[in-house]
């Protein structure tokens, strides 16, 4: 069956622009999570939905960054007012509800010029 | 609060010999810890969970990892490195409901033949 999918693959975009992140879980599981990776570092929590509720979203590193999943499955990551501190990538996973294991999307990667 | 350490940013070894990747963790109760895998240009595959069953947790690819209470770590281990095994590897704790998810800085594990 397919994986987890996300799109943009890469997207460039001049600082002070909005830009959508869209992520496809696997059919069927509840939990989506959103991660921010920089260069170098490991994958950075930012928020966590069970069906279409926001049950964490402590991880959000600011205002700008708007994450929804409005019927349950295909969720948007939305960073308004880009800066170049955003530049990284960004990685969806998607679990069954109470299975500890995440399966991950390919990331977007977005550079803030 | 929760945290993971992982004790080394690099390792390299020789083809055939054996892995050690270190990690410590912090956590205020029983947690749940997982090895992923990133290979280049791929996701992060899930390589061995423990979720406080056997201490001494089984994964793929020949790996395993043991959980030690006393010392805090859940180091990664694997008798005999092949070439494909060079990737990067991220130790994770999660909390009870399994969902705000702590990934370290990741190991880069080099092998030479």
């Known amino acids: 069956g397919a994986g987890v999918s996300q799109s943009p693959r890469y997207k460039v975009a001049k600082r002070g622009q909005d830009v959508a992140l869209r992520c496809d879980p696997i059919s069927g599981h509840v939990s989506l999570f959103w991660y921010q990776q920089a260069l170098g570092q490991g994958p950075e929590f930012l928020t966590y939905?069970?069906?279409?509720?926001?049950?964490?979203k402590s991880g959000l590193p600011s205002d700008r960054f708007f994450a929804e999943r409005p019927e349950g499955s295909v969720s948007t990551l939305k960073i308004q007012r880009t800066q170049q501190e955003d530049s990284a990538v960004y990685l969806c996973?998607?679990?069954?509800?109470?299975?500890?294991?995440?399966?991950f999307g390919p990331g977007t990667r977005l550079t803030v010029t | 609060a929760q945290s993971v350490t992982q004790l080394d940013s690099h390792v390299s070894v020789s083809e055939g010999t054996p892995v050690l990747l270190r990690c410590n963790y912090s956590?205020?109760?029983?947690?749940?810890l997982f090895w992923y895998v990133q290979h280049p240009n791929k996701g992060l595959q899930l390589l061995l969970k423990?979720?406080?069953?056997?201490?001494l947790v089984k994964g793929i690819n020949g790996f395993e990892a043991e959980f030690k209470k006393s010392e805090t770590s859940f180091h990664l281990t694997k008798p005999s490195a092949h070439m494909s095994d060079a990737a990067e590897y991220f130790c994770?704790?999660?909390?009870?409901?399994?969902?705000?998810?702590?990934f370290g800085a990741g190991t880069r594990l080099f092998v030479k033949a």
């Open positions: 994770v704790v999660t909390t009870t409901g399994g969902f705000k998810t702590i």
């Open positions: 956590s205020s109760y029983s947690p749940s």
């Open positions: 939905f069970q069906n279409e509720a926001q049950l964490d």
């Open positions: 423990y979720t406080s069953a056997a201490t």
């Open positions: 996973a998607s679990s069954f509800l109470g299975e500890y294991e995440q399966y």
